[in-house]
Nanobody
């Protein structure tokens, strides 16, 4: 089992930045690929970004490329999502995930979600 706790969401104006964090506990963190998904009201959950166990490779959905950066610290057992130049369409609940592969990512464990609201 892996327990994930997402933090860092909030309300920000368009063009602003937020940094999401996901702290992991339980099984070996470094053995998992880590990622972020999001779900907007009335829409299905969608993939946002993922990173391999050693941080060597990343994958992003096209709409966030160049604006979002995923990273991880295996000593702190934490994965981050730096979100810059936020747009209203980025508004969603963001979920951290642990799993296998990154393209596509197969999620086995989920965080509780953190709300991100971007105002225009």
């Amino acid at each position: 089992q892996v327990q994930l706790v997402d933090t860092g969401g909030g309300l920000v104006q368009a063009g602003g930045s937020l940094r999401l964090s996901c702290a992991a506990s339980g099984r070996t963190f470094s053995g998992f690929s880590m990622g972020w998904f999001r779900q907007a009201p009335g829409k299905e959950r969608e993939f946002v970004a993922a990173i391999t166990w050693n941080g060597g490779r990343t994958n992003y959905r096209d709409s966030v490329k160049g604006r979002f950066t995923i990273s991880r610290d295996n000593i702190k057992r934490t994965v981050y999502l730096q979100m810059n130049n936020l747009k209203p369409e980025d508004t969603a609940v963001y979920y951290c995930a642990a799993g296998r592969s990154i393209a596509p990512m197969t999620a086995n464990y989920w965080g509780q979600g953190t709300h991100v609201t971007v105002s225009s």
